[in-house]
């Protein structure tokens, strides 16, 4: 400062007039004065520390002997201190040519303890929070955890959880770090509101997102939990329905999540800007690269001029177009959609623009995030792999097929630029999920082999051991019913989108029939997609029959009822069956039982076309399945059996959520060489026409069904919401008419007392109730018939579990 004091003496003695001149002599000045402060450091003293070697803590603050050390030097070196989260405090301070560092030592974690928690294990809250056994305690972040157990408890719908935390100290300059919690009550949706919503009301909206208004099962399916995350993907899964109906000047204003901490409740509002809705105007495919003629790609396209707009009918025709010309050669050509609104008439044209893009390779795929799912379950569902040429199109459907996986809550697609500049990284962020369900259910049905009271307890795991295979393990109970099943799939079988797997089963049953049916048997199967659309498939089937008990046949009177005598059934010997009216009044009947069991050795095949947009609850597409059985490969039948079917599904009103349906099915089975088995004819009732019941219509010999060779049915269906009744508890309402036929017989030469040999139309209508309850999908149907045969067998009534196709 001698210096400084020096140079302002001498220029005030000068009495310099220009401002300029001495502001610039200061500032030359005072640039220099930082050096005075540098001192040499001769040596670097350590003191307080108790476990961090002093040695480390010189090599912290980057300081050596010898050096000119400035007061910046030693913030900086204190700082970095700090940063190592080993020391709660921090003092340096310069004594001749010493640098002293004074520490005191974060005490070490002895255990962390969680107190008041039910609701979230142990493990997961550790999981959660970054304090740890040996690490040094450190208050900051210990503060950091208790917002991060906040923010779990919010995730499972407890949002007015306190949290605390507190440190007790411990043996060996150790200190227990205790989480205190008190998990309060859940934090349930109140309500759901949408603003600005003209083409769709708030129950279609609803409906559409995840979240779900608190209602009377929420304690079962836990969906109106709020979440930041999930409103964000409803705000996604808005856009898209939205995108997909026309509306392509979608948006969303604002989605507000509005909490009454008195109330414990939460107030949602999501406030959108629909937009008009547009048609397709003019479809183009231009193409720029040499060798490539549009036209002649034009099949590929799933856009039409004047069908309503649909990003997803976009996006599915940029992946057919994009492989369509990498299947040419063109492994860098491009396809790029553009869309030209005309606001006037409310049409967007696109074309479909084919450059040669640019040559870039994937270097590699980085997977992040995944903990239990493996790498080459994620890597698989790509089209390019490392080497292969970049295409952002192929990449983007590996993003939604990792999507349907249901795997993950969310997984995010990017790229990095790779090690030269026609290299690309492709990195795959997922945040896994949940993957196995525990189910016990219960209903009651009529009609079928299982009548009554059932329940069903079930295990099942989507992703068994991160390897991605479907494994069900499930046990069936009702009053006279047992049922065993084991089903496993790999959906990629030898490293192929093949999806192989197999099915052992057991059921046991003495309701529904005169006579106990017991079915033992398995499958081995494999299905391989030929399109997006078609998958063929193709099981090699076994089983094992048993018709009747194991003390033989009941003795039935001349009415049917059986024979009892000092309060016990008689029972007589299959040996008598064929010349006394024992266990049934059907001759035909009674052998068969007589010559079980029976083992059946089959192979069957099948094509499937499925553009269902949802498999749970579809509103548009085609479900359609022809296929065959033969069997004969050993075993005791010998016939071949077709199948088909059809269900054909389209949103009748937007407005009002109508959905109609429309099916239709047909089958055949003839014998290879001996007569056809009687239990080899196809048994049909309700489950072709409503109003009838379990083998209730077709052929009959003495009033027992026999079954038939040929049956054809047909149905059309609507159904909706119920009015007055809120969506969130899954009921919605059906009116139905059905028709069908059940004819033929193959077995039947010399037989008296035969009936319904030849086609004959049934026909019913009625309306039904469904719920989607947290068990399954559970129906209750009220049919009347309108067409039917005097020794058919009716029921108005029928419950039972539910299913769309």
Do not use: H
Request: glycine share 10%.
């Amino acid at each position: 400062m001698q210096a400084g004091s020096k140079l302002l003496n001498a220029l005030s003695a000068a009495a310099l007039s220009s401002t300029v001149l001495a502001a610039s002599v200061i500032t030359i000045e005072l640039g220099t004065m930082p050096q005075a402060f540098a001192a040499v450091v001769n040596r670097i003293e350590v003191r307080g520390n108790q476990r961090v070697d002093a040695e480390t803590v010189r090599n912290v603050t980057q300081i050596r002997a010898g050096q000119n050390v400035s007061d910046a030097d030693v913030d900086a070196a204190v700082t970095r201190l700090f940063g190592t989260g080993l020391f709660s405090d921090v003092r340096a301070r310069q004594s001749g040519g010493a640098l002293i560092i004074e520490v005191d030592e974060n005490q070490i974690v002895g255990e962390v303890i969680f107190q008041g928690n039910n609701k979230i294990k142990n493990e997961q809250l550790a999981a959660s929070v970054q304090t740890a056994t040996r690490e040094p305690y450190n208050a900051s972040t210990a503060q950091a955890d208790v917002d991060a157990i906040r923010a779990a408890y919010t995730r499972i719908g407890r949002s007015d959880a306190v949290v605390s935390v507190r440190t007790v100290p411990a043996e060996g300059n150790r200190v227990n770090v205790v989480f205190d919690i008190q998990e309060g009550d859940r934090t349930r949706i109140e309500s759901i509101n949408f603003v600005g919503n003209n083409a769709f009301g708030d129950g279609r909206l609803k409906e559409v997102i995840s979240l779900r208004e608190s209602g009377l099962f929420s304690f079962l399916q836990r969906n109106d939990i709020y979440d930041e995350d999930r409103l964000r993907a409803d705000e996604e899964a808005l856009r898209r329905f939205y995108f997909n109906r026309g509306y392509a000047d979608f948006r969303i204003v604002s989605s507000v999540a509005e909490l009454d901490a008195a109330k414990n409740q939460y107030f949602i509002t999501i406030t959108v800007d629909e937009g008009e809705r547009y048609a397709y105007g003019n479809i183009n495919i231009d193409s720029t690269v040499p060798g490539i003629d549009g036209e002649t790609l034009r099949g590929e396209l799933k856009t039409k001029t004047g069908d309503v707009y649909s990003a997803e009918q976009v996006e599915n025709s940029l992946v057919d177009l994009t492989n369509a010309v990498a299947n040419r050669g063109y492994a860098f050509a491009q396809v790029t959609p553009r869309g030209d609104r005309d606001f006037a008439n409310n049409t967007i044209s696109i074309d479909y623009v084919i450059d040669q893009g640019p040559r870039a390779y994937v270097e590699r795929i980085e997977v992040r995030g995944n903990t239990k799912t493996r790498d080459y379950v994620i890597r698989r569902e790509f089209d390019v792999s490392e080497g292969d040429a970049f295409n952002q199109v192929l990449v983007q459907r590996a993003k939604k097929r990792l999507e349907a996986l249901r795997f993950f809550k969310t997984v995010n697609v990017s790229t990095a630029p790779g090690s030269q500049p026609d290299r690309v990284v492709v990195i795959v962020q997922v945040d896994e999920q949940s993957t196995g369900e525990f189910s016990v259910g219960g209903g009651y049905t009529t009609g079928g082999e299982n009548s009554g009271p059932v329940a069903e307890v079930g295990i099942t795991e989507r992703n068994f051991l991160g390897r991605g295979q479907f494994v069900k393990v499930s046990a069936g109970f009702g009053e006279d019913t047992r049922s065993y099943n084991l089903s496993f799939t790999e959906p990629y079988f030898l490293g192929r989108r093949l999806a192989a797997g197999f099915d052992i089963y057991r059921t046991e049953n003495s309701s529904s029939t005169a006579y106990d049916i017991t079915r033992t048997g398995g499958s081995l199967r494999l299905a391989a997609p030929i399109t997006e659309d078609v998958t063929a498939q193709i099981a090699y089937n076994y089983k094992e029959e048993t018709f009747g008990d194991d003390q033989g046949v009941v003795v039935r009177d001349a009415l049917g009822n059986p024979v009892v005598s000092n309060g016990a059934f008689q029972y007589a010997t299959c040996a008598n069956s064929v010349t006394a009216p024992i266990y049934t009044l059907s001759p035909i009947i009674n052998q068969a039982i007589c010559d079980s069991p029976y083992t059946t050795s089959s192979i069957s095949y099948a094509l499937t076309y499925n553009t269902l947009d949802s498999q749970q609850d579809p509103r548009d597409g085609l479900f359609a399945q022809i296929g065959q059985e033969v069997a004969g490969l050993g075993g005791d039948a010998n016939f071949v059996r077709t199948t088909a079917r059809a269900s054909w599904f389209s949103l009748l009103s937007e407005e009002y959520d109508l959905v109609g349906q429309l099916s239709g099915g047909g089958g055949n089975v003839s014998s290879l060489g001996d007569d056809l088995r009687v239990f080899d004819n196809f048994f049909k009732g309700q489950d072709i026409v409503r109003g009838f019941k379990y083998q209730g219509l077709g052929p009959r010999q003495n009033g027992v069904a026999i079954g038939g060779t040929n049956y054809v049915n047909a149905s059309a269906e609507v159904t909706f919401p119920l009015p007055l009744v809120s969506r969130d508890f899954g009921f919605r309402g059906a009116a139905f008419a059905d028709a069908g036929s059940l004819w033929g017989l193959d077995n039947v030469d010399n037989q008296l007392g035969i009936q319904g040999e030849d086609f004959a139309l049934r026909a019913s209508a009625g309306v039904g109730l469904i719920w989607a309850s947290p068990f399954g999908p559970l129906r209750v149907n009220y049919a009347a018939p309108l067409a039917k045969e005097d020794y058919d067998r009716t029921q108005e009534f029928s419950f039972g579990f539910s299913s769309r196709f």
